[in-house]
């Protein structure tokens, strides 16, 4: 069974820092590329970053520059770096094994002064 398990959100003030973890269970994670999506409260679920299994990434161009996402295959874990958060970036952020209906449960990024 695959699992999927975010942690790091939280509250922060804007032009902080957070990092998101996702440790990802029940796969052959390094053969998988993957991905961390959020959802702004009334919004649609959007693809903010992803990792392709050769260490290729991609970003929405709202967060190129200020986030990063990495892996490390030997711990099964995918990780989202925030600097200088907005506002604009709160979100419930989830992570995703791409290309299939795999799912964290999320976790809950608020940026606010």
């Known amino acids: 069974q695959v699992q999927l398990v975010e942690s790091g959100g939280g509250l922060v003030q804007p032009g902080e820092s957070l990092r998101l973890s996702c440790a990802a269970s029940?796969?052959?994670?390094?053969?998988?590329?993957m991905g961390w999506y959020r959802q702004a409260p009334g919004k649609q679920r959007e693809l903010v970053a992803e990792?392709?299994?050769?260490?290729?990434?991609n970003y929405a161009d709202s967060v190129k520059g200020r986030f990063t996402i990495s892996r490390d295959n030997a711990k099964n874990t995918v990780y989202l770096q925030m600097n200088s958060l907005k506002p604009e970036d709160t979100a419930v952020y989830y992570c995703?094994?791409?290309?299939?209906?795999?799912w964290g449960k999320g976790t809950l990024v608020t940026v606010s002064s």
């Open positions: 029940g796969i052959l994670f390094s053969s998988y590329a």
């Open positions: 990792i392709f299994r050769s260490g290729m990434t």
């Open positions: 995703n094994v791409r290309f299939t209906s795999h």
